[in-house]
């Protein structure tokens, strides 16, 4: 009895330092799908947030290049939030290299399954790739129908490519790594809700929301 309490354990400790968890915020407020958030006069419900992941040279049994992990985080699948790394990969768990989007190896070589599955909603096509970064909802600066926008961020070739990679700095709570992505500064600066509530292409303006990623984590 005691030796399988001990197993258990030492199996769950061993879990709960395998991993980081991503917290949502918005303002410091928890982001939850299609709830009203204001920013000064506006407001914003989020719908859909996606993006992929990569990360080395950690473990996961989902899809990978090379050493590198590729990770699709959802913020509508609670199970995505959790990042896996074996024990050699949390030895300094008070930072967090990554990037966000996919290279073009990740991209030309893919086996279309695991995080890459088209079923998940994040490929264009074999010329344009995978969308690497995904933001949908409404808001009342919105002149489309139903007040919708769609930031479909991605890019692979060239200058339009669009993979960044970030540093985040890792809290502990509950003894727990995590890291916080909260969504309202990045909103407020860099996304022109009125003027541009549409980007469905690779092209500058992915490229401008490519460069300010770093503005979601905060530090």
């Given at each position: ?7 258990i ?20 407020k ?26 080395t ?60 599955d ?6 264009w ?37 669009t ?24 909103l ?11 980007i ?19 530090k």
């Open positions: 009895m005691r030796l399988s309490f001990l197993i354990f030492l199996f769950v400790n061993l879990t709960l330092l395998g991993q980081i968890k991503i917290n949502f915020t918005f303002d410091s928890p982001l939850i799908k299609g709830e009203k958030f204001k920013l000064d006069t506006t407001w914003i419900k989020v719908e859909e947030l996606k993006f992929y992941l990569v990360y040279p950690f473990f996961s049994d989902e899809n990978t290049t090379g050493s590198s992990i590729i990770h699709l985080v959802d913020l509508n699948d609670s199970l995505s939030y959790i990042l896996p790394f074996t024990e050699d990969g949390m030895k300094n768990p008070t930072s967090f290299d990554f990037a966000i989007g996919l290279d073009s190896s990740a991209t030309m070589s893919t086996q279309f399954s695991g995080a890459l088209p079923a998940l909603g994040m490929y096509a074999w010329n344009t790739g995978y969308i690497h970064f995904k933001l949908e909802g409404t808001s009342n600066l919105c002149s489309t129908k139903n007040q919708e926008f769609q930031y479909h961020i991605g890019g692979y070739s060239g200058k339009f490519a993979q960044r990679w970030l540093t985040s700095p890792v809290s502990l709570k509950n003894q727990l790594p995590f890291i916080e992505i909260d969504i309202a500064s990045f407020k600066e860099v996304v022109n809700l009125k003027e541009k509530p549409l469905m292409i690779p092209g500058k303006e992915a490229i401008f929301f490519a460069d300010n990623y770093f503005r979601m984590f905060k």
